[in-house]
């Protein structure tokens, strides 16, 4: 295993030791000392000893990584022993880097030359380059000639510089690899990073040293692993650089009341303005890119005079790169007084001066709190202030819990995902690219990695018959990527064109289409939604889009026909899928917190003494304690407080609909209600052989369905067999077919760039679900549909959380009651509206035909006589 | 089933068959769409004729052995039997394959499998055997692949036309916006004094075009037949062992 060792902070004098005379003038020409972050990491790194920094933004983390190598660079030059290739590596996910490498790199470079030119002494000409997937051919070509000494790149183009043929021999002796951002790599971009690291170790001759910079991350001791790897003979330093920022964080809720007021909504808007006005820069955050066009255009509207396209701007994902930077770029320079965002501005480059972050809705993390907050007062000593703006009861409890959180510093723990398949498909092929491989090579290459340190040989051996073809029992051998030996045990690739499939294919972030919709008659455009939410409708369905009501017409190609003029309700709920899911970490916070609750309920203390520790516990003024506490009191006096010890099910009937509800009180987080409620809900569905609708949110989940047998059911599930009716569960869903295609691509099943043409991502999209039906057919098994059963597991929803809830229930830690309600009880409807329905499919097709078709035949006979 | 000059014709799985001539009428083959879904960068193992072979061998096996004795003396292709608008060398392999098979099946080939053209069919891999449409004079049921008309079929002599092109499906939903699912599906009318039937594709990859979407979005020139016929149409739903009607296209 690799060890951690706990990095000491070094004194000013011993890191002057070390440097150059010019490089430490430089420094104190232009600052006055050391920072934390570079008193932990300076030496360490001058000595070759791998480390992970992390600290809250803000920290002048990047600049402590880049002065040790600065610094070496610096020592050569003036020697005259630079030499034509790369001393250091610096990876970061954000391809708008340049302004930080800039303030961080470039500049003091350029200072330090300037400083020896004045001195007369010669150095040689230290060279640094950029190079991500928007670099030019001719850029690269004149990079393979005089290589840079300093390499910046991104993930995806550090893999493709490894697998190129002449310009992997510059990368032989790099000294230095820097990994930054580490914190935004708990996803599959992360498993592919840290295979790329291990192909550099490889082609390295000397030991690149790992220099792993984050934000406040826990658990630090398994990041650090993921930096440098898992192997007996590494070992890696690990600096927690606590700054002491300050913060300034208060829950507000835009009324007294939040259940009785009716004015709510146009109260958070004169909130907002308020805020607004009262600060210089405001970032506000609202989770979703659908809130955030509601919010900008809202703001607009109501407050023409303050508001103009001049001075707010909205930003997310969906927006176009240029009309991104243009936002950005405005914000450093000042421009703009307010920009809504949906969680698009919480990573990454600095932004420049904001006094004020608002989040509309809960953040589900005190990480993800922090890193917002984090965008506030930028500079090193200024105090971060941020608000939170509440909108429902719910809503109120999380935000206050999110609070104590982030005041006593814990924050939520990061799981970078383990074991992925379809990355290590791209990876492996990438590698046999490279060179030829002895099977026992590339299989202890890949262990080293710490997304892959329990992979199995098993597992290791399909992605290798997958690669050679070896599954597709076709007369056309169309996923022969590589070659197999079984003789010899050697592994090469395979065709002419592996290379450039692989170069024009890599990645890992999955591409997304999006269906237009329009007006039926004038073809105006009213936005997009997701292809998946499209799925979901059928002619005369009504939906929300950007906060007006539209009503399903027809579908031609890729555009959806609507008509705006609609006055039923919304049949279709809003879609979710884009909601962040609560941390299971503050989940069991407030979980801890309505136990306490109940108690206090439960004894005879007065209500003065409850308001006192609600202030107290979730460090908040008497008027949120007092909406807090008239929650609580509500739920104990209609029926019992779901806490940590209990499990509530309510069984309920809406009489309008004649809908029977099994509502679960589970507050674990989206993720794990996600699994729990699937595998129930098949369970139950299953014994009453029908189909069972699903509610799920954070705070608990919905079955809906008729013949609901409840207790056989939670009699059946168990912690043990969770999974294996899972994949039962989620084999016909639409959660399935679009995982599958995201892996297949990954995987390099579905190539978005084939023949020398890139194809569109909404045609592949349409027809991908035939690879799926067709890989189903091979085998049930093929590893790459694994994958993406084991992404919705284990990525998408938390089944080892679930699995422990369910272990707690088999200990007796956690009690089940089920209980008849005539109504939902006040904890329950926020679920019962939000909760995004999906259906737990049962029956079978052939059987729904038959169905439908007694339901036709019944409205025939129903519509005879009226006519 | 039958008509009023007493036709009669029964819905096997995807195909239509006139049990008193013995012909039998298969829609859209679409050879090659597998190798297309390949081309766009979808690396799917082909094997579409398999699935064609197999799915004609349960029609032929079907009509052995139900219980009227009647034999298979004719089959029909309603066009679109190629996908490609261009000449794909796959494409004509594969059509050789599943004639290879047909061969043994049909009694005298050369004459009793009729190729009708369709719009894709911009090559012709019968040696030209492909026709615009036909008509069976002792019958008079006429064949076509309906994205032209032609003044012949509607003659005085004939009194069905069966037809492909449309790919009709219907979707069944309940639920809103939680259950859906789509069926291939027949469409029976009648148009200008002659039954008119509208047979589903024979592509086992997708279902078809819904015809939900009929009153709304119907191409006029796509389809020989005006909306307003179109929309009195009746469907038949072809389940596992039975036939279910699903009324009028207007009516859903």
Request: aromatic share 10%.
């Amino acid at each position: 295993m690799t060890k951690i060792i706990r990095a000491e902070q070094s004194t000013e004098e011993e890191i002057k030791k070390i440097l150059h005379p010019l490089v430490t003038e430089w420094f104190f020409s232009k600052f006055s000392e050391f920072s934390l972050p570079q008193k932990y990491g300076v030496v360490p790194i001058w000595k070759r000893k791998n480390i992970l920094i992390s600290a809250e933004t803000g920290g002048t983390k990047t600049l402590t990584a880049f002065l040790s190598i600065l610094n070496h660079l610096i020592i050569l030059a003036e020697k005259q022993e630079l030499k034509n290739k790369v001393y250091a590596v610096y990876t970061s996910p954000l391809k708008a880097l340049s302004n930080d490498i800039h303030k961080n790199l470039i500049e003091p470079l350029h200072e330090i030359e300037e400083l020896a030119a004045k001195k007369g002494i010669k150095l040689q000409k230290i060279r640094i380059a950029l190079r991500t997937g928007d670099t030019t051919t001719y850029e690269r070509t004149k990079m393979l000639k005089n290589p840079p000494h300093i390499l910046i790149t991104t993930p995806e183009s550090l893999a493709i510089v490894l697998t190129s043929k002449n310009f992997v021999d510059n990368m032989k002796e790099v000294e230095f690899c820097i990994v930054d951002e580490i914190h935004s790599m708990d996803n599959k971009r992360g498993a592919y990073l840290s295979l790329t690291l291990e192909r550099l170790n490889e082609v390295s001759s000397v030991w690149p040293v790992k220099i792993g910079l984050s934000a406040t991350i826990e658990p630090m001791d398994e990041v650090a692993k993921f930096l440098t790897g898992v192997s007996d003979d590494r070992e890696v330093e690990s600096a927690k650089v606590d700054l002491n920022k300050k913060i300034d964080i208060q829950v507000l809720s835009p009324v007294k009341n939040i259940i009785e007021d009716e004015g709510l909504h146009s109260k958070m808007y004169v909130l907002i303005s308020r805020l607004i006005s009262e600060h210089k820069t405001t970032l506000i955050f609202t989770n979703t890119r659908s809130g955030t066009e509601r919010v900008v255009s809202y703001l607009k509207e109501r407050f023409p005079t303050e508001y103009g396209d001049d001075n707010i701007a909205a930003h997310h994902s969906s927006l176009s790169k240029e009309h991104r930077f243009d936002i950005e770029e405005k914000l450093r320079q000042g421009k703009l007084k307010v920009v809504v965002c949906s969680t698009s501005l919480e990573l990454g480059i600095d932004i420049g001066y904001i006094d004020l972050v608002l989040m509309l809705g809960s953040p589900k993390s005190s990480s993800r709190a922090l890193q917002r907050m984090g965008r506030a007062g930028h500079q090193l000593h200024n105090i971060a202030k941020g608000r939170f703006i509440v909108l429902d009861r719910d809503d109120l409890v999380e935000c206050c819990v999110i609070q104590k959180e982030m005041m006593e510093k814990r924050i939520n723990k990061v799981r970078f995902p383990r074991r992925c398949l379809d990355v290590l498909a791209q990876q492996v092929f990438g590698m046999a690219i490279y060179k030829v491989w002895k099977e026992d090579e590339l299989f202890r290459l890949i262990r080293k990695s710490y997304c892959y340190s329990d992979l199995t040989r098993g597992d290791f051996l399909d992605i290798i018959s997958y690669l050679s073809g070896e599954y597709s029992l076709e007369k056309n051998n169309i996923y022969g990527k590589i070659w197999y030996d079984k003789e010899t045990k050697e592994i090469g690739k395979r065709g002419k064109l592996a290379r450039v499939l692989y170069l024009t294919n890599i990645g890992t972030i999955p591409e997304e289409s999006f269906i237009r919709v329009k007006i039926t008659g004038t073809e105006e455009p009213v936005g997009m939604i997701d292809e998946t939410f499209l799925s979901r409708m059928k002619k005369g369905d009504v939906f929300v889009l950007g906060g007006k009501k539209y009503l399903y017409r027809y579908t031609r190609g890729m555009n959806l026909y609507v008509s705006s003029e609609v006055a039923r309700n919304p049949t279709i709920p809003s879609w979710f899928s884009e909601m962040l899911p609560l941390s299971f970490d503050s989940a069991l916070e407030i979980n801890q917190f309505r136990a306490l609750m109940k108690k206090k309920l439960k004894s005879d203390k007065s209500k003065e003494e409850t308001l006192k520790f609600i202030g107290s516990y979730l460090y908040v003024n008497k008027e949120t304690a007092e909406a807090i506490y008239n929650y609580f009191l509500e739920q104990h006096s209609f029926l019992e407080i779901p806490d940590e010890n209990t499990i509530i099910i309510e069984k309920f009937t809406d009489p309008d609909q004649e809908k029977k509800y099994l509502i679960f009180h589970t507050l674990y987080g989206r993720r794990v209600n996600d699994a729990l409620s699937r595998a129930i809900g098949y369970i139950i569905g299953a014994l009453g052989s029908r189909d069972i609708e699903v509610g799920v949110s954070d705070n608990g989940f919905y079955l809906s369905g008729e013949n609901m047998m409840i207790k056989r059911a939670l009699e059946n599930l168990k912690e043990k067999n969770i999974e294996k009716i899972l994949k039962e569960a989620i084999d016909r869903t639409d959660v399935l077919a679009r995982r599958f295609r995201h892996c297949a691509t990954r995987a390099l099943m579905i190539l978005r760039s084939y023949k020398g043409q890139r194809k569109t991502v909404g045609k592949q999209q349409m027809k991908s679900h035939f690879l799926l039906a067709a890989v189903k057919r091979i085998s049930n098994e093929f590893p790459i549909l694994r994958e993406a059963r084991r992404e919705i597991f284990e990525d998408l929803m938390d089944i080892e959380n679930a699995g422990l809830v369910l272990r707690w229930i088999e200990q007796g830690k956690v009690k089940i009651k089920v209980i008849e309600t005539p109504l939902p009880s006040p904890f329950s409807l926020n679920l019962i509206i939000q909760g995004h329905s999906d259906l737990i499919r049962i029956e079978d097709k052939q059987e729904f035909l038959r169905r439908m078709h007694q339901l036709h035949i019944r409205n025939i006979i129903q519509r005879v006589p009226a006519e | 089933m039958q008509n009023k000059i007493r036709i009669k014709y029964e819905f096997i799985n995807k195909t239509l068959f006139f049990p008193d001539y013995g012909i039998l009428a298969v829609g859209d083959l679409h050879i090659g769409y597998d190798h297309m879904i390949k081309q766009s960068g979808i690396l799917i193992p082909e094997r579409q004729v398999k699935d064609i072979i197999s799915d004609l061998k349960e029609v032929f096996r079907k009509i052995k052995n139900s219980k009227t004795g009647k034999r298979i003396k004719k089959v029909v292709f309603l066009g679109d039997i190629k996908h490609a608008f261009s000449f794909e060398a796959e494409e004509k392999y594969e059509f050789i394959e599943v004639m290879n098979f047909l061969k043994l099946e049909v009694p005298e080939p050369q004459e009793n499998i009729i190729f009708i053209k369709g719009n894709h069919d911009t090559m012709d891999f019968t040696y030209g055997k492909m026709k615009n449409y036909h008509i069976e004079p002792e019958s008079g049921i006429a064949f076509t692949h309906g994205h032209k008309s032609f003044p012949e079929i509607f003659g005085r002599k004939v009194n069905v036309i069966v037809s492909g092109h449309l790919h009709p499906s219907i979707i069944l939903a309940e639920k809103p916006g939680v259950k859906k699912e789509t069926y291939k599906c027949f469409l029976e009318g009648s148009y200008k004094g002659k039954t008119f039937i509208v047979i589903p594709s024979f592509v086992g990859y997708y279902e078809g075009t819904p015809v939900n979407d009929y009153r709304e979005d119907y191409l006029e020139s796509f389809f020989i037949l005006p909306k307003k016929e179109m929309l009195n149409f009746k469907i038949h739903v072809i389940g596992k062992d039975k036939v279910y009607d699903f009324g009028k296209i207007k009516d859903l």
